[in-house]
């Protein structure tokens, strides 16, 4: 970098996919939640957030890119992670005279995705969380991930999980200030790695009902939510915590496949009613629990975010059977990259092919991914920002 007052951090961050569902605020100031939650970071190989923290004395405001195009960030939720992470970049600036005193100065954020925006494949949580981690980087913060959860959550709630890899629960808390709602590893990825994730993309245009709207629907109309937040999620999370520990599968799925349909019904019972799922996505529903049928037990679990695209979690001993039968729906569909040549399109014995053709036509992509880390610093020649702290041609 020629200008040496610009200061760069970068770091990637990742997408989780909750197993136990977040829907519902109890604080919309401080994006507080009605209950716990629990999810599987996603590998970055994949569907990653970079985001390149910028900032220096001759940058006139704060500003933020995404995938090249500028983006507000005059809103509550981006102004609440500046103002905190600039206290705690205060706080040791006024430890430590030395130190240049970047809390004063204005950020540019750079962030690109790969993979489509807004698309229901929890982009807020990763963009968020490449937000507070870069940021923090670039300050030199000692704060643990958990420490900085608590920022991430105000920019977007799910973004706090995606601070760890792994396993994560994000803890509602019961402080009124809302300082115990928190993200927390439950399993590092190197507990399980052989959980796998197939995500059928059933589109990647931008959603209806945002989960922000949708979810305040839900908590002042749905006479179900109550009893989904304080009585069916609390025991699921221990039920959840127990078959992660144990690597117990068929547990993990059923409780995966049960939450993502409680999530959904609290959906339909909001007045007026929020549909995310579609056709497509009731056929990849009827798919899993076919090849679960077919195979005897579950190896298979679907779960469904405030949008139609499937996440289809199994265990790689399984893979044959999975996504072999998913192939078989939709061999042509663009993802299945040579990586996957090895596996026969085929259907379990005893599976009812009837379901199948309902899936082939509406799935528009598959991504092939699994379980994967946090968050992940990039070598400073990476970033992503010119000389003048723009974004990069
Ligand atoms: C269905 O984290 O996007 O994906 O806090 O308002 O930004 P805000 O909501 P957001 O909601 C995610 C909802 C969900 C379930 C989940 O990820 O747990």
């Known amino acids: 970098m020629a200008n040496p007052s610009i200061y760069h951090a970068t770091a990637t961050a990742p997408v989780n996919i909750a197993v136990i ?10 994006n507080t939640p009605t209950n716990s939650s629990l999810s599987v970071t996603l590998s970055q190989d994949d569907l990653r957030t970079i985001t390149t923290a910028s900032c220096s004395a001759s940058f006139e ?40 005193p970047l809390s ?3 950020l540019h954020l750079i962030s690109e995705n790969n993979f489509p925006t807004a698309a229901g494949l929890a982009s807020s949580a990763a963009g968020f969380a490449a937000f507070v981690r870069a940021i923090a980087d670039l300050y030199e913060l000692d704060e643990s991930p958990t420490e900085l959860s608590r920022i991430a959550r105000q920019g977007s709630g799910s973004a706090c999980r995606s601070l760890f890899g792994g396993y994560v629960a994000w803890e509602k808390g019961s402080r009124e200030d809302g300082h115990d709602s928190l993200a927390v590893q439950v399993a590092p990825e190197s507990h399980w790695p052989t959980m796998r994730a197939a995500v059928l993309v059933i589109s990647d245009a931008k ?28 025991a699921r999370m221990e039920a959840m915590k127990k078959a992660i520990a144990e690597k117990d599968f068929e547990t993990f799925a059923e409780l995966t496949m049960a939450d993502s349909n409680s999530f959904h019904a609290v959906c339909l019972d909001t007045i007026p009613p929020i549909f995310y799922m ?9 798919v899993v629990e076919e090849i679960n049928r077919s195979a005897g037990k579950k190896v ?38 040579d990586k996957y040549a090895h596996i026969a399109a085929a259907v379990p014995e005893g599976f009812n092919e009837v379901f199948l053709e309902p899936l082939a ?30 974004p990069r041609p």
Not at 21 to 30: H, I, M, P, V
Not at 310 to 333: C, H, M, P, R, S
């Open 361 to 390: 036509g509406g799935v528009s992509r598959v991504i092939l991914t699994g379980v994967g880390s946090g968050p992940l610093k990039v070598p400073k020649e990476d970033a992503l920002i010119d000389e003048q702290g723009n």
């Open 278 to 286: 579609n056709d497509t996505s009731r056929a990849a529903v009827r």
């Open 300 to 337: 298979a679990a679907y779960t469904f975010d405030a949008g139609p695209n499937a996440v289809i979690y199994y265990d790689e001993a399984n893979q044959d059977i999975v996504l072999g039968t998913l192939k078989k729906a939709t061999a042509a569909t663009p993802g299945w990259s």
């Open 207 to 234: 959603k209806g009902v945002s989960s922000t709207t949708g979810m305040q629907a839900t908590v002042a109309t749905s006479s179900l939510f109550p009893n989904r937040a304080n009585v069916v999620v609390p």
């Open 61 to 100: 405001s704060d500003a933020l890119w995404l995938n090249g195009a500028p983006h507000d960030v005059n809103n509550a939720r981006s102004q609440a992670c500046f103002a905190e992470l600039r206290a705690l970049r205060q706080a040791k600036e006024d430890k430590d005279s030395s130190l240049p």
């Open 104 to 106: 004063t100065y204005k």
């Open 21 to 30: 569902k977040y829907w519902g605020k109890a604080s919309t100031k401080l």
